[in-house]
């Protein structure tokens, strides 16, 4: 049976999706005259930030749902997402143990996987000649920007987690 704070991750996470959704929504039509794409990953630094904190047991629950819940509202392609959300949660389970992160490694952690993401839908989509988009147009108009956002954005997901009390529990270098 799944308990409460499972629930609330889940529930943290919706909102989560609710607000990316939102920003893709108004961000390049309203906010942005110029050609860049910048795709909000609130949502991914979030369920990155609560990856570390969930119980071993609820992990992969926890990412085919958000992997599928993002591929349903967000993809075209139905597995990509739950396979890069189960990756995530993996590299969570067997990196980074409940540590308790620094807003530095948060950071660093969610940057890293943003980039990753974003790198590997570019790649698969130049495999299946789904886009034209040279490697230098990629970096410069939608990579970067995307970054550049999400490292600003950042600030109020970490607060956010922080104020809600989700964190690991033990100190990776003091315990």
Same mark, same amino acid.
């Given at each position: +049976?799944?308990?409460?704070?499972?629930?609330?991750?889940?529930?943290?996470?919706?909102?989560? *999706?609710?607000?990316?959704?939102?920003? &893709?929504?108004?961000?390049?039509?309203?906010?942005?005259?110029?050609? @860049?794409?910048?795709?909000?990953?609130?949502?991914?630094?979030?369920?990155?930030? @609560?990856?570390?904190?969930?119980?071993?047991?609820?992990?992969?629950?926890?990412?085919?749902? &958000?992997?599928?819940?993002?591929?349903?509202?967000?993809?075209?392609?139905?597995?990509? !997402?739950?396979?890069?959300?189960?990756?995530?949660?993996?590299?969570?389970?067997?990196? +980074?143990?409940?540590?308790?992160?620094?807003?530095?490694?948060?950071?660093?952690?969610? @940057?890293?996987?943003?980039?990753?993401?974003? &790198?590997?839908?570019?790649?698969?989509?130049?495999?299946?000649?789904?886009?034209?988009?040279?490697?230098?147009?990629?970096?410069?108009?939608?990579?970067?920007?995307? @970054?550049?956002?999400?490292?600003?954005? *950042?600030?109020?997901?970490? !607060?956010?987690?922080?104020?809600?009390?989700?964190?690991?529990?033990?100190?990776? !270098?003091?315990?």
């Amino acid at each position: +049976m799944m308990d409460n704070k499972f629930i609330r991750y889940l529930v943290v996470m919706f909102f989560a *999706f609710v607000v990316d959704s939102l920003l &893709c929504y108004y961000l390049p039509s309203s906010l942005l005259k110029i050609n @860049l794409t910048i795709v909000p990953y609130g949502a991914v630094a979030m369920f990155v930030l @609560l990856n570390n904190s969930i119980d071993n047991d609820h992990r992969t629950i926890f990412a085919v749902i &958000c992997g599928f819940y993002y591929s349903v509202i967000y993809g075209n392609s139905l597995f990509i !997402y739950v396979v890069l959300y189960l990756l995530y949660a993996l590299f969570g389970k067997y990196y +980074m143990k409940k540590a308790t992160f620094t807003y530095f490694q948060a950071f660093v952690i969610v @940057l890293l996987t943003i980039f990753v993401q974003e &790198c590997v839908l570019y790649s698969l989509m130049w495999i299946s000649n789904t886009t034209q988009l040279l490697v230098t147009t990629f970096l410069i108009k939608r990579l970067l920007p995307t @970054l550049l956002y999400n490292a600003v954005m *950042f600030n109020g997901v970490y !607060y956010i987690h922080h104020k809600i009390k989700l964190e690991g529990d033990i100190d990776v !270098y003091f315990s």
